[in-house]
Structure formats: C-alpha cells, structure tokens
C-alpha cells in the first residue's frame, strides 16, 4: 500500500513537473489563445472599418483569432477606461485614436495617454468638415460667413464629446471665430444627422464621409489639415482658406501599462505588417487613408505635439479639463 | 400566494429599489460641458417614473386585496428550483480555476441527474461527450473563446 | 437601388448562405416544435457562432431559424396540442381534432402550407415598404427619434402585459439597468459602484440568455417525467402531408386574411405571433361561410393563425432593419448579430450598405423557401427528435448559455450577469411580470437617453423641441394612445385568451 502510494506520488510529480516544463514552454510562445481587440467608436464608422480590418490582418501575422469587440461610449473613454483596467498580458488591444487625447483633455478619463503602453501609430487621415449635399453652403468661406453672421445658431455634428471629431470641431469653430452648437450625435447617426437637416455640419474622418460625397448626398467643404488628400483632391484644407486649424486622426494601438517587453515586441511587428499588408493598404487607397506605422520615440513625439495642439484648441475653447463640480 | 399579495411585495421592492437609484442619482456629478442636461438628468427622469409606477402598483394590490378572497396556496419554491441555481453557482464559481472542460463535467452529469437520469452509464457518457463535442465544435470549430481556467 | 438589390439577391443566393439559410431552417423546426423550447432559446444555442461568422452567413441562419420556429411550433400544437411555441396556440384549436379524427398529415401540410404564404407576404411589405420607409426615416431627427423610441417602448409594454402597469414597470426596470456603466454622452461612470466590471454595463445579450433560457431550462428539469408528453405519434404516409387542390383552394381566404394582419402587427413592436394568430383566427371565423366548422378539425382555423405568425416575421424585420427598433427578442438579437459585425441597422444602412440590406431581404425570402421545402419532406423524420432525452438537452443548454454570455466579450463577470438575470426571470414570473420590455428596454434605453439629450443639447435646453416636428408629435400621441388603448382592449383580450391561450405570450 504504501509503496503503491509513493509511486503513485512520484508519478504525479513527474507528470506536474513535465507538464510545467510543457506549459513553460507553451507560455513562451507570444501569443496561445485570440486577442480581444477593441475599438472605441460604434458599428460602420471609420474607426470601425479599418479597425476590423487591421484585426483580420493581424490575426493573420500572429495565427491567433483578434476579436474586434466595439466599446462605446465617452468619446473613446469607455475604451480606454477598459484598457487601462485590463490584464497587461498582451491579450487586450485597445484601436486607439487621437480621441485618447481629446476625451482625457477634455476630462471624460481620469487618466493620460502616460497611463497605457503603446505599441504606435498605423495610419493617419484627416477630418472633414461636411454640409448636406444640396445645403447653401458652396464654399467653407461662405459657411464661415454665415456663422459670423449667425452667431450660437449652426449646429455640428460629431461622434461624441470628448472624441477627436469634437476637438476637430471645435477647433473649426475657433478658427471662424463664431460659437457653433456641438451635437455630439455618435458615429452611427453622425451623417444621418445632416442628411435630416437637424445639423448644418459635421466633422467626420474622411472614410466616414467619402462614401456619401461620392453619392453627393454630403458636400466637403473643408479639412483641418496640413496638406490636400489624394482621395478628395478638391477639398482645400483650412490652412489654405486661411483659417488656423489643423488637427489629424492618427490611429494607433495601445496595450495596458506593464504589459511584457517581450509581447509588446512580437504584437509592434505583426501591427508592422499588418499595416502593409495587401489588404490595408487596398482599403487605405480607397478611402484616403495614410498608412505610417510609427513606432518607439517618433510615435512618442507624435503624442506630445498632438496633444499640444488639442490641449491648445481646448484651451481657446474653455473646454480643457472641464472638472466635475 | 394570491396575485395582489404579489404585487404588493413587487411595489414594495421596486419603491425600495426606486428610491436607492435616486439617491444615487443624486450623488452622480455635475459636468460643466454647456448648459445641457448632465448624467443624472435621465437616471433622475427614471427615478420618478418607477415611483411613481411602484406607488400605482402598491396601490393597486391593496385595493384588490381587500376585495379578493386570499386564493389556494401555491406550493413553495420546488426543491428543483433550488438543486439547479446551486449546480450553476458551483459551476460558475469553479469555471475561472479549472476552465470549462473540467468544471462542465460534474455540472453536466448534476443537472443529468436532477432530470431524473438515474443509470450511470448514460450520465457518464453524456457528462464527458457533450462537453468535449462542444468544447472542440466552439474552440477549434469556430474560434471562440471558451472559460480558460488559471490553474490549468 | 435596383443595383443594391440585384446584389444583395446574389450575396443571398451565395452557396454558404442558402447552406446556413437551410441548417437554420432545420433548426427552427426542432425548437420550434419541442415544448419548452422556444424561438428565442433556439437563437440563443447558435447565438456564440453569430460573433465569428460571416455577417450574411450568421444573419442567413438566425432567419432561417425564426421563420421555420414559427411553423415548427404548429407541429407539436397539432400532434400533441401542445404549442411548441406561444405563437402556434391558435393553431392547436383546429389542428389537434383533426389529427384525433386521424388526419395528422392532413393537418400538418395545410400548416406549413399557410406557413409559407404568410411567410411570402410578409416577405412582399419587407421588400416594398422597408427602402420607404428608411428614406422617411432619413428625415427624422433627434427629438422625433426620441419619440419614436418612446412609443416603441410604450406599445410594447401594452401588448406584453395582461397588466399594463406590470409592464412598464418591467421597462423601467431595463432602463434602470441600462444606466449602469459609462454615460454614453461623457464617459461618467454612473451606479458602477467603483466595480471595473460594471463599467462597460450590461450586454443585452447577457441579459436575454438569462431571463428566457434559465427560467426555461429550471421548468423544463423541475417537470417531473412522468407529466412529459407521449411523443410517438403517427403520421401517415409521405405523400399525406402534401395538400390537396380543394383544400388549397379553401384555405385561400383565411391565409389572405392571416397573412396581411400579420404583417401589420409584426410591424408594430411587441405585438409577435399569438396575438397576431389569435386575431386572425378570430376574424376569420367571423367571417367564415361555415364558423361552426371552427373549434372541430376545420383547415381554415389552422391556415388563418400559421399564415399570420409567419407573416409577422417579415413584419418585425421592417422597423428593426429602417429604425433599429427591435419587436420582439428575435430581431433584438439580429441587430446584435449585426452589430458584432460592425453593422448598424437604421436608415443609413439602405443608403450604407444597400448590398447588405437587400441581402437579408433574400435570405428572409429563401429562408421561407426552405422552411416550406424541408418541412414537407422532414416533418416525419423531424418529429422524431421530439423523443430526444431531456436529461441530455437541457444540461447541453446550461452549457450553451455559459457559453453564450462567456463567449460575446470573454468575461466571467457576464456569466454571474446572466445567471442574476436568470434569477430575475423566475421572479418576474412569479409575479406575472412580463420579461419582454425589460429586454426591449435594455436595447432601446441608449438610445432613448441619447435622443433625449442630444434634442435638449440642440434646442439649448428648450423642451418644445418636441412639440415643434410633426413626427415627434405624432409619436408622441401614438405613445399615449397606445397605453389608453390597452387599458381598453385588455378587458376584450383576457376574453379571448380565456378562451384558449394559456401561458406567457413571449416568443
């Protein structure tokens, strides 16, 4: 009986042991199970399409499923707000935006961008200042003069207050020197909301709102932006029409503070190549897109001048950090 | 029970459970983006609407009360009842240690047996094979994650 | 438009999609017609797939498995008188004595028949009135939506509940619910009680797996065995279930009276199948030559209620497709379904994805197709299964539906949500409250509150927004009428559910 036992045992270690051994092994192995792969704004909008897509090719790269899971809310805080309390174990991806500056400037997170890992940026586009396809605006100019005209009356849609689409706006506003009504209407009734004629405007990513232009059912009159894109070659920028506004959509990826190096390495590759795939890039040239993967310090520079200008624009606006009384 | 006994128990419930939301409502913080109605202007409209439909409820039951003659006793919660929320409370409970493979077995051959699956044999066979069908139909079928366990 | 249509014709027409349109079909039947399993429950065991499939595939085989449970329902209610499903009680009236009188094939065939032509009229308004009414919707804005919502949640808590007040009470349980979790507006953490989990609230999914399948699956183990039903029953031969010209052409009238009451009421929220079935079989005994018929084995008390509880599926697709207001748990769990694929049903989806819209149109007209084709052939081989072991269906379900609340965002937390709600369930069922507009209202509160404030946000805090549009004003009054009104017809509907219905009139 009792050698019985002591077999019995011995055997039981030997297999725990060789077990661990194989686990320890298995573990090594960055990634064993699928990656929840989060993205911070509603179904059909621009963060959505190509967030999806960037999954799919990456979950290609790393031979694990990545599961685009929508968590919205906040203008992206709902997101990052999940990130940051998630497991840094590599296994929480969070399709982060410029919005992670616009919605912890404006105070919607308790947090900054400091307080997430990041594995850098993917693409960049701009923002898209639209009207109805039949409204009276022509031009942004004759928008702009309407507005001084009409102070506190126009109203802009966006995907949220606190998202980059609210920031771009404001800083639209800014530029024209006028009060606008911000309707912070969310991705899924953004355009819809202009189609009605409930809002004169919105600001949208340029891959939310190419498809109706295209259809002339939206105008684009303007972008707060540095330099003219291939896609929408009319569209002048702000800069030119000689109002000061220029704010970009970057899209990036983030991971919770602490996750491992060694994770952090293999998912900035397979982001890497993902980014270039075939794929990306094809949806990319269709709707505008810039495909940059941007990666370690030029990603951290990234960060800081853009949360310069968006702390700027808030600024200008009153907006900046508007605290819970 | 009768029906109005019920729905007085019911109103009282929901006023208790009306009143603790508005007065956490009230605790919700004010933001000061424009002048535009905050986080609590709908917790608050909530508020006030299931006050008020608690009150009409509790009244409601009172009033039938007194006219209705108490009905024929109900029998009390079924053993079954119980039996079957204590399986799934163990099973969610052992769920996050030994994952889903393990933990669906016993879980599995218990609601067999509350369903008055008696023979050993078929619980044996149905409490591993379905399991395992579904694990591998889910997990390797279709991609979907299933409850991993972390001592596994 | 023509284009979109063409396309989503040939999406529909996809090898994969007619083969998941086909397995959804058969499954349908098999829940549909198993007592104490129901269309929802159905939707909830193949619900983890819908997160990875291909969105058309996914939404092929929920529509196939909606259309063929509301006939799969009649078989149960006609062999055993039984409905497997609330929406085929009507159906047990007639169909049962005549298969006593030895006629089950007959019975069978002329409910699946009817079964189709309503699913195929229903299918009709889907295709004619959903683009229209999507390009009216286009129009509405913040406060008419608001409203709009509004009546959608009043209209159903009238039709839910033998209490009105008991409904809304369960509504404004759901919208307490939906609070839970960041603001939607401005990211506040609100009733989240410093809990992580808690911040990102509770997924309707969760909620629905449950309320319906726990309270289900706990009746269905504390049945004793003995009080199952006898299943083994006789058919007759193959060729028997296939109609005969005379009956076909006698049951015409009560399917063209069925078929078009269905619709209309499937395109009102919360109204589904028994009510529909019942009304229509009502009006067409009124209007019947022979009435007395009625109630002894007549084939037109079968055809009036099948045809109208499969004709309120295309009708309930109308408003969840042009406005994302779901009627019923079914098509609440396709705008899930289609959300998880970054779809978002609502007027842009036409102008959006007008390939996709018109895809699901197809698939619902194929899944009539096949539903009609598989039952005939299948109905003898299916009724089988009704001898499946309960003892290895309903653990394989408790396995489904911690799978199903894991699965949809990889959290344990979702698994202690739906089992509270599970316990919720059996409460509410206590007392007789409705469970349907608690669900709805999980669905539909986001959107109420943003609505609400987005209008207050552009009218600068101005509350006549909602009286300056005549949308919001005519919602507004429906939403009114639609509690006046059902402190009136309860009295007449308790009636007519005296009659016969027994049992809850969810789905």
Known sequence: MYRFTKTTLTGLIGAFAMASCFMGVVRAEFPEKAIEFVIPFGAGGSADIEGRLLANAMSKVLGVPVVPVNKVGGGGAVTYTHLKNSKPDGYTIAWASTSLLTSSGIGNIPFDHSALDHLGQVEFQPMIVSVKGNAKWQTFKEFADYCKANPGKL????????????????????????KVIHLPVGIKRRNATVLSGEADAAVGPLTATRRLAKAGKLRMLAAPTAERNPVAPDVPTMKELGYDADLDLFRSLAVPKGTPAAVVARLKEAMVTAAN????????????????????????????????????????????????? | MSMPLKNVIISMIMLLIGSSYLYFSLQLPVRSIGNVPGPSFFPL???????????????????????????EAE?????????????????????????????????????MMLCEQKKLVPVAIGSILIPVFLYFLFRQGFNILLPAGQWM | MIQDAALGFSQASQFSSLV?????????????????????TGIIIV???????????????????????????????????????????????????????????????????ASFVGGIVSFGCLYLIAPQLADLALNFRAPDLFALVLFGLTIICSFAAKSLIKGLVSAALGLMIVTVGQDPM?????????????????????????????????????????????????????????????DLKQILRPMLIG?????????????????????????????????????????????????????????????????????????????????????????????????????LIFSFFFANIFNLILALVGVRLLVKLLNTPRAFMMPTIGLLCVIGSYALRNSFFDIYVMLAFGVIGLIMRWVDMPVVPLLLALVLGKPLEEHLRVSLISSQGDYSIFLQSPFSVGFLSLAAFSVLWSLVVVPWRDRLRAKKLEGPTSQ
């Open chain 3, 47 to 113: 619900l983890p797939l819908t997160y990875t499939l291909d969105p058309n595939i996914s939404i092929a085989l929920l529509l196939g498995l909606y259309v063929a449970g509301m006939t799969g329902g009649s078989f149960t209610a006609i062999l055993l008188n039984i409905p497997g499903t609330p929406s085929a009680s009507a159906t047990a009236i007639d169909g049962f004595p005549l298969k006593e009188r030895g006629e089950a094939g007959r019975a069978l065939g002329i409910a699946i028949v």
């Open chain 3, 259 to 359: 078929s078009p009451i269905g619709s209309f009421l499937g395109l009102l929220p919360g109204a589904g199948g028994p009510i529909a079935a019942f009304i229509s079989y009502d009006y067409a005994k009124k209007s019947s030559k022979n009435p007395e018929e009625y109630g002894k084995g007549s084939i037109e008390g079968i055809a009036a209620p099948e045809s109208a509880n499969n004709a309120v599926t295309g009708g309930a697709l109308i408003p969840m497709m042009t406005l994302g207001i779901p009627g019923d748990p079914v098509t609440a769990i396709l705008i899930g379904a289609l959300l998880v694929h970054g779809l978002a049903p609502g007027p842009l989806l036409f102008l959006e994805r007008g390939d996709f819209a018109y895809g």
């Open chain 1, 155 to 178: 109203k802009i849609a966006n995907s949220g207050t606190g998202s980059a689409t609210h920031i771009a706006a404001v800083a639209v506003e800014n530029a024209m020197g006028c």
């Open chain 3, 186 to 246: 401005m990211g506040t953490a609100r009733f989240t009680f410093d809990n992580v989990n808690l911040l990102s609230g509770v997924h309707f999914l969760t909620a629905m797996i449950g309320l319906f399948a726990i309270p289900e699956l706990i009746k269905s183990i504390c049945t004793p065995a003995t009080l199952m039903p006898e299943t083994q029953k006789k058919i007759g031969s193959f060729w028997s279930v296939f109609p005969r010209l005379a």
């Open chain 2, 75 to 111: 029998p009390a919660v079924p053993k079954r009842v119980i039996s079957t929320l204590v399986w799934f409370v163990l099973y969610l409970i052992a769920l996050p240690y030994v994952g889903f493979l393990v933990a669906s077995v016993p879980f599995f051959a218990g609601l």
């Open chain 2, 45 to 71: 409209v909530i508020s006030a609407i299931v006050l008020f439909l608690a009150a009409a409820l509790l009244v409601n039951g009172i009033v039938n009360l007194r006219n209705e003659q108490p009905q």
């Open chain 3, 20 to 40: 998941a349109t086909a397995i959804g079909v058969m499954f349908g039947l098999t829940v549909g017609m198993i007592p104490g399993m129901t269309i929802s």
């Open chain 1, 277 to 325: 795939s075939a794929a990306f890039k094809d949806l990319a040239k269709k709707n505008g897109f810039t495909i940059k993967p941007l990666v370690g310090k030029d990603f951290d520079q990234r960060l800081a001048k853009d949360g310069a200008v968006v702390i700027s624009i808030m600024k200008g606006a009153g907006i900046y950090k508007s605290k819970t009384k």
